[in-house]
């Protein structure tokens, strides 16, 4: 089996095409209700260097592993585009990937995570409901072509903070 990184590391401009294929590799299965791809590496780049929010990358030898975006939005972090190579799904990849964006939105004062997913992705409910996330609300699928009715479910989860628990002990101490 292939190496995989042992860190995660910001993505850059470079990495918008190798970015752009993980991404439409791992959503390849909505190809069943969308039209086209996920995304581009025209979307990607300027995500990366839009300045509002970052993705984090997971390498492996021969290429990346796994990816996600993250964003800073007032009072909560938000992620999307969660993405790991289809070979490696199964292997707690984008478990390791949530957990560092919650990480990371916590650190810049966020009090609860939050992501959006499509409706006929029921799996992916499960998946996340298992990490803690609840349903929050519903948006309109509106910003692409559809083959099937579709809506957004809106999922949210509080971040409990470890570090102010750790700090409220040692002052105490």
């Known amino acids: 089996m292939e190496h995989l990184a042992i860190s995660v590391r910001r993505a850059t401009p470079a990495d918008a095409e190798a970015l752009a294929q993980l991404v439409n590799d791992a959503y390849a299965i909505e190809k069943t209700f969308l039209d086209g791809d996920r995304t581009s590496a025209d979307e990607i780049a300027e995500m990366v260097s839009g300045g509002r929010g970052a993705f984090l990358v997971l390498e492996m030898a021969g290429g990346l592993a ?18 790991v190579r ?3 799904q199964g292997m707690g990849l984008g478990k390791r990937l949530v957990r560092i964006a919650e990480a990371l939105a916590e650190a810049t004062g966020a009090r609860e995570m939050t992501l959006r997913i499509v409706s006929l992705r029921e799996e ?14 519903t948006t309109p699928f509106d910003h692409r072509a559809l083959k099937r009715p ?6 949210a989860k509080d971040l ?9 002990r040692l002052g105490a101490a």
Do not use: I, N, Q
């Open 160 to 168: 409990c903070s470890v570090a102010v628990g750790a700090e409220a």
């Open 66 to 83: 796994a990816a996600v975006y993250v964003e800073a939005r007032g009072h909560a972090g938000y992620f999307g585009m969660l993405s």
């Open 124 to 137: 992916l409910g499960r998946w996340y409901r298992s990490l803690g996330y609840r349903e929050v609300g």
């Open 86 to 88: 289809p070979g490696l």
């Open 150 to 155: 579709a809506h957004f479910v809106d999922m």
